[in-house]
């Protein structure tokens, strides 16, 4: 386990450099008007849970309903200014939900919607959670996915987004792992233009998300190294096993004027997911060699 908690020590020390220049996130959507044709009407969902449907918008306005996680919305309207919550910037926007109507604050409806692979009826919902900047002076972009079945919330997890962006993200099942139904995976994007520079992987099993581990890229002018996870189903491998496979490359230069030479090493740890934590299998050695393993029999 020490290169995956090294890992994630380099990424923590990484964000907190680099969030200097953040901004407030902001969350924002599109409105449909009565000229809409039906079928391009789009909808959005409900984020947060036992929301109040307000008379207008306003926090201190007059509620008319409460409304559930998962709750289908068209959105008609929204507030020529903005409200900041949480240290997130959002409009209220006029909603209807079947037969009620009213306004709801932007934050609390979610920014991606998508289903679990193991269970139809479950579902994730994702957005902003909050911005705050602790004692250090760092700020720290708060993120949350919730699962819920049937406008019932099963589980929430919160963790850190690095950047006051949307995420892209991916459910790809589970891989062929035991005690594991469906592995989301986010990218982590960089503060300059949000290209993706690591992984966040998050894993939904038997109603609870863990957050499993980021693994990060990093490169200056002497070395750089990135890390991927390798699951059973991608080699045709043990259920049980994930390889953790660590790439580094140094750049070496005899003289200041000689063109540096890249020395590669691949590093190959294997893991085993226990329902709460990754554990390194010590009956299977670290493997370091100059060629990428692909062709480990585990």
């Given at each position: 386990m020490k290169n995956l908690k090294n890992s994630i020590l380099a990424l923590s020390l990484l964000v907190m450099t680099q969030l200097s220049g953040q901004t407030t996130p902001e969350v924002h959507f599109a409105t449909v008007?009565?000229?809409t044709p039906i079928e391009e009407v789009s909808y959005e969902y409900l984020m947060g849970d036992k929301v109040y449907l307000r008379e207008k918008p306003s926090l201190k306005s007059k509620r008319l309903a409460i409304l559930d996680i998962g709750t289908k919305l068209v959105l008609w309207e929204k507030k020529a200014d903005y409200e900041i919550i949480n240290g997130i910037k959002s409009h209220w926007y006029r909603v209807s939900t079947g037969a009620d109507e009213g306004w709801v604050w932007g934050g609390l409806i979610a920014q991606k919607t998508f289903g679990s692979q193991a269970y139809h009826d479950v579902k994730f919902v994702y957005g902003f959670e909050s911005v705050k900047t602790n004692d250090a002076g760092v700020i720290k972009n708060k993120h949350q996915l919730r699962a819920f079945k049937n406008g019932v919330e099963l589980d929430r997890i919160v963790f850190d987004g690095h950047q006051p962006v949307p995420l892209n993200m991916e459910n790809i099942g589970n891989k062929g792992l035991f005690n594991v139904e469906d592995i989301i995976v986010l990218d982590i994007p960089n503060t300059k233009n949000n290209a993706t520079v690591g992984k966040t992987y998050i894993f939904w099993n038997n109603g609870k998300f863990s957050n499993v581990a980021s693994l990060m890229d990093y490169s200056?002018?002497?070395?750089?190294?990135?890390?991927?996870?390798?699951?059973?189903?991608?080699?045709?491998?043990?259920?049980?096993?994930?390889?953790?496979?660590?790439?580094?490359t140094t750049h070496v230069a005899e003289t200041e004027n000689e063109i540096a030479t890249n020395v590669k090493e691949y590093i190959t740890n294997f893991y085993?997911?226990?329902?709460?934590?990754?554990?390194?299998?010590e009956d299977m050695p670290q493997v370091s060699n100059d060629a990428i393993a692909t062709n480990i029999d585990f």
């Amino acid at each position: 386990m020490k290169n995956l908690k090294n890992s994630i020590l380099a990424l923590s020390l990484l964000v907190m450099t680099q969030l200097s220049g953040q901004t407030t996130p902001e969350v924002h959507f599109a409105t449909v008007d009565q000229s809409t044709p039906i079928e391009e009407v789009s909808y959005e969902y409900l984020m947060g849970d036992k929301v109040y449907l307000r008379e207008k918008p306003s926090l201190k306005s007059k509620r008319l309903a409460i409304l559930d996680i998962g709750t289908k919305l068209v959105l008609w309207e929204k507030k020529a200014d903005y409200e900041i919550i949480n240290g997130i910037k959002s409009h209220w926007y006029r909603v209807s939900t079947g037969a009620d109507e009213g306004w709801v604050w932007g934050g609390l409806i979610a920014q991606k919607t998508f289903g679990s692979q193991a269970y139809h009826d479950v579902k994730f919902v994702y957005g902003f959670e909050s911005v705050k900047t602790n004692d250090a002076g760092v700020i720290k972009n708060k993120h949350q996915l919730r699962a819920f079945k049937n406008g019932v919330e099963l589980d929430r997890i919160v963790f850190d987004g690095h950047q006051p962006v949307p995420l892209n993200m991916e459910n790809i099942g589970n891989k062929g792992l035991f005690n594991v139904e469906d592995i989301i995976v986010l990218d982590i994007p960089n503060t300059k233009n949000n290209a993706t520079v690591g992984k966040t992987y998050i894993f939904w099993n038997n109603g609870k998300f863990s957050n499993v581990a980021s693994l990060m890229d990093y490169s200056d002018a002497n070395y750089s190294k990135n890390e991927d996870f390798i699951f059973p189903s991608d080699m045709e491998g043990k259920k049980s096993t994930i390889i953790l496979k660590t790439n580094l490359t140094t750049h070496v230069a005899e003289t200041e004027n000689e063109i540096a030479t890249n020395v590669k090493e691949y590093i190959t740890n294997f893991y085993k997911w226990d329902g709460r934590k990754l554990v390194k299998k010590e009956d299977m050695p670290q493997v370091s060699n100059d060629a990428i393993a692909t062709n480990i029999d585990f």
